[in-house]
């Protein structure tokens, strides 16, 4: 009885530092896959900073020839409101509020680039 009882009090501490070793491991990976994204959302921010500079300096070009004003308006507005939607998302602190950000940020991305395709191929 007195070696089943030491038995089991040898496989509990087993298994509680086998418990405590992993969880350790476990939460060392969550901080070190939160470390990545914050870095991830940081290059994808400059990407689409980038992507707008470049959509503007599209719209100083189309705008030149001055066709289709009713386009270039859209086209200037779309333009503004990527350029303060990537403002927010880059001020924002909430994951599920710069997620959305990101979600508009594509979509008017999108739109612009569209309209920007169409204004060149006119």
Not at 68 to 95: A, F, H, T
Request: glycine share 6%; charged share 40%.
């Amino acid at each position: 009885m007195r070696v089943l009882v030491t038995f089991l009090i040898l496989l509990l501490i087993g298994l509680l530092g086998y418990g405590f070793f992993t969880y350790r491991g476990l939460f060392s990976l969550i901080k070190k896959n939160e470390r990545e994204m914050v870095e991830r959302e940081k290059e994808i921010l400059s990407l689409y900073e980038k992507k707008l500079a470049d959509l503007e300096v599209e719209y100083q070009k189309i705008s030149k020839r001055g066709e289709n004003k009713e386009k270039l308006i859209e086209l200037d507005s779309k333009i503004k409101e990527m350029r303060e939607v990537i403002k927010r998302w880059g001020e924002e602190k909430e994951g599920e509020k710069r997620e959305s950000l990101y979600r508009m940020c594509v979509e008017i991305y999108r739109t612009t680039s569209g309209i920007c395709r169409y204004l060149r191929e006119e």
